[in-house]
């Protein structure tokens, strides 16, 4: 009976699970999605709590209230801008629980491991294991706790693939023979030796895609787990999390017009030699004050607002849509271009402008934004800098170079809010700052977007 219950709430975390995802991926119903999730989740706790051989409660308490002790804190005051090192960090609990329950349970099943079950606990301990020491990699390079950039060596692909290579045997060997427990040591300090050896080579810029690869890891290392506890809902949630995080990882990757095979194993974020240095370049930019701003602004019919990184640091977000009713105000049409990688993580602007009640259909994607663009009369770029480099389409040897990138450009004006002339994530100057039509209004996206209100309220 008690499993009975079990198996039909399993089903429905399961189908919230699907609906959580399928609501996530737009900004209307993403908070149902959020919703939706969570539910399940408590659906799943619950299902586990009656299952029959639960038997006693108390480390399962004491677990729950070790988890929340973590996490409340984690969810209440890490700042957005630094979400992808908290999400990587959230990947490294989930995937150490992952293979803590291979490793239990291959102790407690010998002697009668049979050998699908091992190879399942194999895959287990080997998936979870990488993404352990991946994520606090990821972690400790984004935080700056590490070298954010690539370490290379000669024949490190080689090291890399020998290390796998030795986890592989291992789990061939222990489908012949599961009572070698030493060999499963073995599988298990390889996997963990693989994810350090997996980041070294990456840089920075792409730990984010990273990121989401690790965690579509975590999700195949829950259904290993699944299929030996014979768990429907960890097997669901798993598939669901190893399939959503390896296709964010290809949307991201095209989006930055990077490839898997460059991401993996080609040292990324190393700026090209022939890249311009943007402290480096010596050529003139036109910079104004707010006033200056104001009158461009002025009589202007459409405006697209680009928001970028600097916003979320600056945490401008409530300015901008201030800025945004001030021009609406004074007879502008106003749209908010969004880059699919603007900011530090996936929908980073969508979610601190829907934070600032930005209607969501003043939020053009990529395409609708570059039509706009060309019509626009002002561009304002907020703390953009390298998703609107011109270097994207004209540089070949450029490290942005292929990447889609919102055309402000080819505005009639285009006003950037930045506080110098300093590069963003990729490293390298930008065309953009030295054209005819574009103004530099230098300071903090914040203070700069509430000067420009304040002189387009009194010019209106
Ligand atoms: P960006 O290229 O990193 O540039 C941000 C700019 O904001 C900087 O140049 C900085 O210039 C300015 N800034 C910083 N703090 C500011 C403040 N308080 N006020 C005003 N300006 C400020 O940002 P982006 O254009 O959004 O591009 C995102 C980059 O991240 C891309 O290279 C993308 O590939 C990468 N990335 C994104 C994701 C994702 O999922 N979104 C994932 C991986 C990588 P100053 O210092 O001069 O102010």
């Given at each position: 009976m008690r499993d009975t219950v079990a198996q039909y709430l399993y089903i429905a975390a399961g189908l919230l699970f699907v609906f959580a995802i399928k609501w996530m991926t737009a900004p209307t119903t993403a908070r149902r999605g959020v919703l939706a999730g969570e539910a399940g989740m408590l659906l799943a706790v619950v299902g586990t709590f009656v299952r029959?051989?639960?038997?006693?409660?108390t480390w399962i308490v004491v677990g729950l209230m070790a988890g929340a002790a973590i996490g409340v804190p984690l969810a209440a005051f890490v700042p957005m801008t630094a979400m992808p090192q908290r999400t990587a960090l959230s990947h490294a609990f989930g995937a150490a629980a992952a293979t803590l329950v291979g490793v239990a349970e291959y102790i407690l099943r010998q002697p009668h491991l049979d050998r699908f079950t091992m190879v399942v606990l194999s895959f287990e301990v080997l998936l979870g294991g990488l993404t352990v020491t991946g994520s606090l990699m990821a972690f400790a390079k984004l935080q700056g706790l590490i070298q954010g950039r690539p370490v290379t060596y000669r024949g490190q692909n080689i090291v890399n693939l020998s290390v796998l290579a030795i986890a592989l045997t291992g789990i061939v060997w222990l489908a012949i023979d599961p009572s070698a427990a030493a060999v499963f040591a073995v599988v298990v300090v390889a996997a963990v030796v693989f994810g350090v050896l997996l980041i070294v080579p990456i840089g920075g810029a792409d730990m984010p895609t990273v990121i989401a690869l690790l965690n579509s890891y975590a999700g195949l290392s829950s259904v290993a787990m699944g299929f030996a506890l014979d768990n429907k809902v960890l097997e669901i949630a798993g598939a669901l999390d190893g399939s959503s995080g390896f296709i964010l990882a290809v949307v991201m990757c095209r989006a930055m017009n990077r490839n898997f095979r460059n991401i993996l194993f080609g040292a990324f974020?190393?700026?090209?030699?022939?890249s311009k240095d943007a402290q480096a370049d010596d050529r003139p930019v036109r910079s104004g004050n707010s006033i200056d701003g104001a009158a461009i602004l002025d009589g202007a019919r459409l405006v697209v607002i680009v928001p970028g990184y600097g916003m979320a640091v600056a945490q401008a977000q409530h300015k901008v849509r201030e800025l945004s009713d001030a021009l609406e105000r004074n007879g502008s049409e106003v749209r908010f271009a969004i880059h699919p990688v603007a900011g530090r993580m996936p929908g980073h602007m969508n979610v601190l402008l829907a934070e600032a009640d930005?209607?969501?259909?003043r939020m053009v994607e990529l395409a609708e934004a570059n039509d706009l663009l060309s019509r626009a009369d002002v561009a304002i770029v907020i703390g953009a800098n390298d998703v609107t480099n011109p270097a994207a389409r004209t540089?070949?040897?450029?490290?942005?170079?292929g990447m889609p990138i919102l055309?402000?450009?080819?505005?009639?004006s285009v006003l950037v809010i930045k506080r110098s002339m300093a590069s963003g994530f990729a490293g390298i100057g930008n065309d953009l700052y030295h054209l005819p039509n574009t103004t530099m209004l230098f300071g903090d996206a914040k203070q700069v977007v509430g000067s420009l209100v304040s002189d387009l309220g009194e010019n209106g």
């Open positions: 029959p051989e639960i038997t006693q409660y974020g190393q700026v090209s030699a022939s930005v209607p969501y259909d540089e070949p040897g450029s490290p942005v170079y055309d402000v450009d080819r505005a009639g």
